[in-house]
Nanobody, 125 residues
Framework: QVQLVESGGGLVQAGGSLRLSCIAS????????MAWFRQAPGKEREFAAA????????GYADIVKGRFTISRDNAKNAVYLQRNTLEPAATAVYYC??????????????????WGQGTQVTVSS
């Protein structure tokens, strides 16, 4: 199995930027489709962005399109989520997820078998 560790969260003012990182270990990273989900207080976990094994296919949730950028570096076993122009509504725990069943990307929580512990992002107004 693969282990995932997120980092890069924190407290940021509205309008600021963050780059979240997720480092994988344990298996061949390039065999896994990767995704970022987020869970705001009192809400269900929701899809944000996903990327295929090679990085050739990328998908975003409609509500974040244009504001998130997902990327991966298979040589570093890493996937990233760049967030610019943050707003308070972006406050959530952000989770990295992985699955080796898919060559492309998927968007449902149930599509991913492996999860990180999450990193808190808090945006102050």
């Amino acid at each position: 199995q693969v282990q995932l560790v997120e980092s890069g969260g924190g407290l940021v003012q509205a309008g600021g930027s963050l780059r979240l990182s997720c480092i994988a270990s344990g298996r061949t990273f390039s065999n896994y489709a990767m995704a970022w989900f987020r869970q705001a207080p009192g809400k269900e976990r929701e899809f944000a962005a996903a990327i295929s094994r090679s990085g050739a296919s990328i998908g975003y949730a409609d509500i974040v399109k244009g504001r998130f950028t997902i990327s991966r570096d298979n040589a570093k076993n890493a996937v990233y989520l760049q967030r610019n122009t943050l707003e308070p509504a972006a406050t959530a725990v952000y989770y990295c997820a992985a699955d080796r069943r898919w060559t492309s990307y998927r968007t449902a929580v149930t599509d991913y078998d492996y999860w990180g512990q999450g990193t808190q992002v808090t945006v102050s107004s």
